[in-house]
């Protein structure tokens, strides 16, 4: 340091105010470093790191006391992809993710546009729409269970009303997954009405009143107006809704664990049984890794195409 | 003109829970007419418009458009278009489908739409703009898209609701003359809302001044200058405003001999008032400030025993403040307003002629 002050000394006037400059960028490099820190190592501990050892992890063999694990290249993706209960597993879930991903969205935006109206008992509304978002998934499943208890539930009850025999919902394979995608619709729908209702209320009414002097009706408005501006909104759902449906575990362990016959079997469901129930590390890591490819996908899908097509004010 | 009037409200009235609205409203509206609806905020104006247009239906009343009876119509169904304060451009279409929107909707053929389209951008200066979206237009080019898309339908009638007051002052001059300009040659009926009174002034065939729900005055700008109906009128047309005066404050010769004097009050236009030597004329003042202006000096006034006022004296005006002058006005100037309800009283000149006026030479 002495040294540094005595040699600026003697430079010229410029050259102190060079050092200072020099001094003050990495005080503002230093600065943002310690700003990005806590979310760098947090990032890093639980999802750089993890998503790299599955990575490794699916790159090689299930080790045993005999044979220790070996590298084995996409030898576990071949088996996984060879293996029946994969493209049950894919089906299942692409089924389940078709049928719930529209129907809430389309239901959380009928409830939103009824909520954001002008009608009585506007809160009560809103409160009742959102109540099974706020319910835990678990105390949500066991509610369901209820419903669905074939001969005494309150589905039955109400069917026996009618002289309909009673229907064993979640123990049949037929119906099974769709009881599973029925109560994903009823605990999603609540949850994005609310992000609808967030953005209905940032829409001016002048719209509405601009439209209508210009002779559209409700639904040329809606079609024309109203959906293209909440397109921002249904990408966030959309997108928070695809997650959502690889990411479903906790309904499967309360309604059906999975069956019968693999019937309501979903990727992370059998993931968890893959890794926790026959302990088949490898391949639940390389099922992992699919599954991460898939989002990445969607997330460049995203925001090469879909982004450039929404208007985001 | 046409006997029949083109726009006509009869009695309607509308009232709102939170205040506001239009009382027992009467208003009729020539054919091809600009006709300006005026007043602070509050007073209904902007209700009466939306009324108009169908945004509101009448608690009482009739409304007619066109010699039809529309109490009941929607808003589409009363041929007219409106141009909004927040413009109301789509932010997600392009200028040309923002303008083209409602004839989208009414199913007109893509060879009609484009040919109104392009006479629509041609009218308001937007050509070559067509394909860019709201958000990167000027707050100016906003402003035309909303005119063009209120003018491309060929509605007879068009309803405008302060259409000005996003945009600066300058800015506003100029588009002021330029919406003049394309009502005179479209031959639209146009109701245009402002509260600013020199927008009015400047743009009217006829004013109508509300207050408080009710018409306090409706007749041609001129009207309104020179012999407003009411003493509010008298305060709200004109910068700087006229000034009223208790009669009782002005000396006994200076007031009409016939009239009960505490019943009445003075009304005086910064312009009509002469600045006197002291002890000439009927009303004592001291110079507090003066403002040059370029063409002509606002002078301030403190009056002994009246509200302060303001001259408008034409030029350069180099008295000092804190100067004694003696105030005075020509025989035709003043204007009398009862003080209880603010009516304009008419004095026979004779009354009023020789007392008011005293060397007016002295200047």
């Not at chain 2, 119509?73 to 083209?100: I, K």
């Not at chain 2, 001059?173 to 109701?191: C, D, K, N, P, W």
């Not at chain 2, 910064?270 to 009303?283: C, F, Y």
């Amino acid at each position: 340091m002495a040294a540094a002050s005595g040699s600026s000394q003697d430079a010229p006037p410029g050259f102190t105010m060079d050092q200072i400059a020099l001094y003050q960028r990495r005080r503002q490099s230093l600065y943002g470093w310690m700003l990005a820190a806590p979310a760098l190592i947090l990032l890093t501990i639980f999802a750089l790191i993890p998503t790299v050892t599955t990575l490794w992890a699916s790159f090689y063999s299930k080790g045993t006391v005999r044979r220790p694990s070996a590298f084995n290249g996409l030898d576990n993706y071949t088996s996984l992809i060879h293996d029946p209960a994969f493209w049950t597993v894919v089906w299942n879930n692409a089924l389940y993710a078709g049928i719930t991903i529209p129907f809430s969205i389309a239901i959380a935006l009928a409830m939103a546009l009824w909520a954001n109206a002008s009608i009585p008992l506007r809160g009560v509304v809103r409160g009742a729409y959102f109540t099974p978002t706020m319910l835990p998934m678990i105390a949500a499943a066991n509610i369901w269970l209820f419903f669905y208890t074939p001969g005494l539930g309150v589905i039955d009850s109400i069917t026996g009303l009618f002289g309909l025999p009673p229907v064993n919902w979640l123990g049949q394979p037929q119906t099974a997954l769709w009881s599973v995608i029925v109560v994903t619709i009823w605990k999603e729908a609540g949850f994005f009405m609310i992000f609808y209702l967030a953005a209905l209320q940032t829409i001016p009414p002048d719209f509405k009143e601009a439209s209508a002097i210009e002779g559209a009706g409700r639904f040329t408005y809606a079609r024309r107006v109203l959906i293209p501006l909440l397109m921002p909104t249904t990408a966030f759902v959309f997108i928070n809704a695809l997650i959502n449906s690889v990411k479903l575990i906790d309904h499967l362990f309360i309604l059906t664990k999975g069956g019968p016959n693999n019937a309501t079997k979903l990727i992370l469901y059998w993931i968890w049984e893959m890794a926790f129930a026959y302990f088949d590390r490898p391949h639940a890591a390389a099922m992992t890794v699919l599954i991460l490819l898939f989002l990445g996908a969607v997330a460049i899908f995203q925001f090469r195409v879909l982004d450039k097509r929404i208007h985001y004010r | 003109m046409s006997a029949q009037p083109f726009v006509r409200l009869k009695n309607v009235t509308r009232t709102f829970d939170g205040g506001g609205g239009v009382d027992n409203l009467s208003i009729d509206i020539a054919k091809g007419s600009f006709t300006v609806l005026l007043g602070p905020s509050g007073c209904g104006k902007s209700t009466t418009l939306r009324l108009i247009a169908g945004l509101e239906t009448p608690d009482r009343g009739r409304i007619e458009i066109g010699g039809r009876d529309v109490t009941a119509a929607g808003p589409s169904e009363r041929g007219l278009s409106m141009v909004f304060q927040s413009y109301a451009l789509f932010p997600h279409l392009d200028v040309a489908e923002n303008v083209v929107f409602g004839l989208r909707v009414r199913g007109v053929a893509r060879k009609e739409r484009d040919k109104r389209l392009a006479e629509a951008l041609a009218l308001t200066g937007l050509e070559g703009l067509g394909d860019r979206k709201p958000g990167q237009l000027s707050g100016g080019q906003r402003q035309r898209v909303a005119l063009a898309r209120a003018i491309v339908a060929d509605h007879p009638l068009c309803l405008m609701d302060e259409p000005l007051s996003n945009l600066d002052a300058k800015l506003r001059h100029s588009v002021r003359q330029e919406i003049r300009a394309l009502q005179r040659r479209l031959g639209m009926t146009v109701v245009y809302v402002t509260h600013d009174q020199t927008e009015a002034m400047g743009m009217a065939d006829q004013i109508v001044l509300l207050q408080k729900g009710r018409v306090e005055h409706m007749g041609p700008p001129a009207e309104l200058y020179e012999q407003p109906a009411t003493a509010f009128t008298a305060s709200f047309i004109g910068s700087p405003a006229m000034t009223l005066i208790p009669a009782a404050a002005l000396p006994h010769q200076f007031l009409p001999s016939s009239a009960r004097v505490s019943e009445l009050q003075l009304g005086l236009r910064a312009e009509d008032i002469e600045l006197m030597p002291e002890g000439r004329g009927p009303l004592a003042a001291t110079i507090v400030s003066s403002e040059f202006l370029g063409a002509e000096t606002y002078v301030y006034l403190a009056v002994d025993g009246a509200p302060p006022l303001i001259a408008r004296l034409p030029g350069r005006d180099e008295r000092a403040a804190g100067q004694r002058v003696s105030l005075g006005w020509s025989p035709a100037s003043p204007h009398w307003f009862d003080r209880e309800s603010g009516k304009r009283i008419t004095l026979s000149s004779d009354q009023t002629s020789s007392e008011l006026v005293s060397q007016p030479a002295a200047v």
